[in-house]
């Protein structure tokens, strides 16, 4: 790092009597000798010899200089902070010699050295640059009593150059520049070469000068309104040097139409200066840049660029509330409120109290949740605690002050509800309680839309403690934890104490009250088996207990190696595992295969490498359960009856695949490579809570599906999310669909689509060929967001790379969208809308179709380019704007801009 610098000085030396200088002849005074016009204004790089001696002993000089090098007496080295200094010499013919210097900076002893010496000698100096690059400064004299002192032989560091050498047989004196040496050790040898019987005086000094450097900084961008200034704080901050020098400071612009100014062009640091930023009312708006430069009086440079993001300025600011409407009653504990503003501050006023956020200009959404609501807003139970009536007010102002608000909005939201109940168990509900199980089914309400748990907890009647059994709502609990907390009471029956403690992550919790069971001493007892017997003794066993009374079989912890084949012929059979597990005897084989009703499998677990359990016909119940397969999970035959609960389902192609109705699949986690759920002519078939991953689909209905329920699931897919082929009365409902190409691919009509949200990677989001009823749907990505035929009410459209697409007839209430472009394609006309420059909220389009015209019916402002292809021939075209405004008049190349609101027609002829 090089700073410019200019050094001014005297180098002065010593210099005995000789008879041929007339200047010495003033006996007894101070005599300052000079080979050039003045002492004290060359540079160091054209530097002249300069002297001052003493006639006499005791002589006082005085010469121009701060820094020196005395060779009187015992050649003393020293420096002076002054520009000028004095020395008292000890005897006649002795001198001083030194250096004035102007450098920017404090200069700093690196080293000294003086030593005599009588007779040729090689000096070393060494020398040490420590903590930042410095310019160096080497200043050499010699000089003696008699005849000799020259200085030869002269060896400089790397980057070092002689400024000048004086030598002769009395005196000698050298001077070398280094030019910002890095941080190191240095050396300086010559060569001193006094003559026979003289004594010589050699005094060097290393003078090291710290380069002044500076930086400066402020923010990184500043937004500025057009026709407006506004001002930010810059920083200029010393960054090497001891000595601060003054900066000189400057800004431009990269475009004419953006004016800059500072408050002070010339600072010393550590010190700051306001820049001030216009841009003129001609200027579009856009991103540009100002530069602040300064130059520090040594020649220092530096810089810093600062973002300038200039926004048009609207005199009149504009929010209003899209949605809910005032006065509106929520159906659930969230209030998500979608409003536009064409400025980024907005104040949010919540019952009275009024919180500050920054949005995007365009439509927005504030969420107030139960909990942790959007942009740090105090949750709904913080506001309302019990429910009731909600105040929202929203304002927005601009830099002139003007304020607009959309008024005082009023919602009604419902107490937060959490309670859980349960079944009871008895016979005539299904479920069991005898000495080997006691099967427990509870319910959790929950509007607060929190995360619900559930515990299931037994009285230990000994200590009079609750003791948490299984971390579920529902559960089947055996006999042997059964027994542990049973109590012989004096009746002869065994007692059972239970209940459910269920809570959700707000804090919110419930006991249901304590239930008792009583239990017989002679209950009726299950089948026991375990893991010594053979396929054939538990095949022998099932089929016994199919024909019994008590057709229940309790497998004992363990591994099973099985290939069952269950038969019911209309009869009930119930497995029931505890830490079960169920693999293939014949490994070719399926691990079951159910052939009739009513067969229900539970807290069994199944692995395989290829068929896990067969339908062919009936009625499956499969709960609490685990199945990996390498080829099916369940795999349905014949149109079967396939109740899943609370379990896991892993098939390599599918993991639930074949022909299913009248049937619920809740709370299952669903993997498969092909197929997470495959379901041919499904009819009623309810698919809830649940997570459904499917390489290339999540769920698939073939056939003709009717009256099917897909709600509150999570499904992840690379191909499809949902396909629906064919059918009716299908309601796809509060899910979360993730999926590569399709996220829902409906190619039926009358189908029920509302409160989805869909992330799509590559093309379309909700993809449609035929009429269904679509309300409340979000996606997110995308080719397309979503291709429609017909209506939809309230869908939003975010990140899709060109929008939307819509056929045929339709009506689109509410639409928001962000990015990307909305299609609309008529029957017959074949129109749309392209090229956005702001966002669409409220776009209404309708394509009712007259003998002469189709209209654009558009309620909200849009500003952007409308353009129709395809028409059919005609002499003219002209578009009117039949409500807010007067018509517009379209060219040759069927495009106009609509600007404000309005219904636009188009007439032709």
Do not use: H
């Amino acid at each position: 790092m090089g700073i410019k610098r200019i050094l001014y000085f005297a180098i002065v030396s010593f210099l005995l009597l000789i008879s041929t200088f007339s200047i010495y002849s003033q006996v007894g005074a101070d005599v300052v000798g000079s080979n050039s016009a003045q002492a004290n204004s060359i540079t160091l790089t054209t530097a002249n010899l300069y002297y001052c001696v003493a006639a006499s002993a005791g002589s006082t000089l005085t010469p121009s200089f701060n820094v020196m090098v005395n060779n009187g007496g015992f050649a003393v080295i020293g420096n002076s902070s002054t520009n000028t200094c004095s020395f008292t010499t000890t005897s006649n013919n002795r001198a001083i010699g030194g250096v004035s210097i102007n450098n920017y900076s404090v200069p700093v002893i690196l080293t000294t050295f003086t030593n005599t010496f009588n007779k040729p000698t090689a000096v070393t100096v060494s020398y040490t640059v420590s903590g930042q690059n410095d310019t160096v400064l080497i200043l050499i004299s010699s000089g003696g009593t008699k005849n000799g002192g020259n200085i030869g032989g002269i060896t400089l560091p790397s980057g070092c150059s002689q400024l000048f050498l004086t030598s002769s047989p009395q005196i000698s004196v050298y001077a070398a520049e280094c030019k910002d040496l890095a941080p190191g050790s240095y050396k300086v040898s010559f060569n001193v070469g006094p003559g026979p019987g003289s004594t010589e005086y050699v005094s060097a000094l290393v003078l090291g000068f710290p380069v002044f450097t500076f930086n400066i900084t402020g923010p990184s961008n500043i937004d500025v309104y057009t026709n407006y200034s506004n001002s930010t704080t810059i920083y200029v901050n010393q960054l090497t040097g001891n000595t601060p020098l003054p900066v000189t400071l400057s800004c431009s612009t990269s475009n004419s139409n953006l004016q800059c100014s500072l408050s002070n062009t010339t600072i010393t640091p550590n010190a700051s200066v306001t820049l001030t930023v216009t841009a003129s009312s001609s200027i579009t708006p856009g991103t540009y840049s100002v530069t602040i430069s300064g130059t520090a009086q040594n020649g220092a440079t530096n810089s810093t660029t600062i973002i300038v993001n200039v926004q048009q300025l609207y005199n009149n600011p504009q929010i209003y509330i899209i949605s809910p409407s005032n006065n509106s009653i929520s159906n659930y504990y969230q209030l998500n409120i979608s409003f536009y503003t064409n400025y980024p501050n907005v104040n949010v006023t919540i019952n009275g109290n009024t919180y500050s956020i920054n949005v995007t200009p365009g439509n927005n959404i504030i969420q107030l949740n139960y909990e942790n609501s959007s942009y740090n807003l105090p949750g709904l139970y913080n506001i309302i605690p019990n429910g009731g009536n909600i105040t929202i007010q929203l304002s927005t102002s601009n830099p002139l002050g003007q304020t607009n608000s959309t008024g005082i909005y009023i919602y009604t939201l419902p107490q937060p509800i959490f309670n859980v109940s349960y079944v009871y168990p008895t016979p005539s509900n299904g479920t069991q309680e005898n000495i080997w199980l006691l099967e427990i089914n509870s319910n959790v309400y929950d509007n607060t839309l929190g995360q619900d748990y559930c515990n299931i907890q037994l009285l230990n009647q000994t200590s009079n403690q609750w003791v948490t059994i299984a971390n579920s709502c529902s559960d089947i609990l055996y006999n042997g934890i059964l027994q542990q907390y049973a109590k012989l009471n004096s009746n002869g029956y065994y007692s059972i104490w239970y209940r459910v403690y269920a809570y959700n992550n707000y804090g919110l919790n419930q006991y249901t009250n304590p239930q008792v069971i009583y239990i017989s001493q002679n209950s009726y007892n299950v089948s026991v088996i375990n893991n010594t017997l053979s396929n054939t003794q538990i095949q022998g066993i099932i089929d016994s207990a199919i024909n019994s009374s008590i057709p229940i079989i309790v497998f004992s912890p363990g591994v099973y190696l099985v290939n069952l084949i269950i038969n019911p012929q209309g009869k009930n059979i119930t497995l029931l595992g505890q830490n079960t597990i169920f693999e293939p005897a014949n490994p070719g084989l399926p691990v079951i295969q159910i052939l009739s009703s009513n067969v229900t499998i539970q807290n069994i677990n199944i692995n395989t490498n290829l068929f896990a359990i067969n339908v062919n016909n009936g009625e499956l119940n499969l709960i609490n359960s685990n199945i990996n397969s390498g080829l099916f999970g369940i795999d349905v035959k014949n149109p079967s009856i396939v109740n899943v609960y609370n379990s896991t389902i892993n098939g390599n192609i599918g993991s639930i695949y074949g022909y299913i109705q009248n049937s619920t699949i809740d709370n299952v986690n669903i993997q498969s490579s092909v197929w997470g759920i495959y379901d041919d002519n499904p009819y009623n078939v309810i698919i809830n809570n649940s997570n459904i991953n499917g390489q290339i689909f999540g769920i698939y209905f073939d056939g003709n599906a009717i009256n099917n329920v897909i709600e509150n699931n999570n499904i992840i897919s690379n191909i499809f999310g949902i396909k629906i082929n064919n059918g009716n009365n299908n309601n796809i409902i509060n899910n979360n669909i993730q999926s590569n190409i399709f996220g829902i691919y409906l190619t039926s009509s009358g189908n029920n689509i509302e409160n989805d949200y869909i992330k799509v990677g590559q093309v379309f989001g909700l993809y449609e060929t035929t009429y269904n009823n679509i309300i409340n749907v979000t996606t997110n990505g995308g080719l397309f967001g979503y291709y429609l035929t017909g209506n939809a009410t309230n869908i939003s459209l975010y990140n899709s790379q060109l929008g939307m697409e819509i056929y045929g007839s339709g009506y689109i209430n509410n639409l928001t969208t962000s990015t990307g472009s909305v299609n609309i394609y008529y029957n017959n006309s074949q129109g749309f809308v392209n090229s956005l420059s702001s966002v669409i909220y409220n776009a209404n389009v309708n394509n009712v179709l007259y003998n002469y015209y189709e209209g654009i019916s558009i309620i909200g402002n849009i500003n952007g380019n409308i353009t129709f292809i395809d028409l059919p021939p005609a002499t003219s075209y002209i578009v009117e704007k039949i409500v807010a405004g007067n018509g517009n008049i379209i060219s040759t190349n069927n495009t106009f801009i609509p600007q404000g609101f309005g219904n636009y027609e188009l007439f032709y002829s």
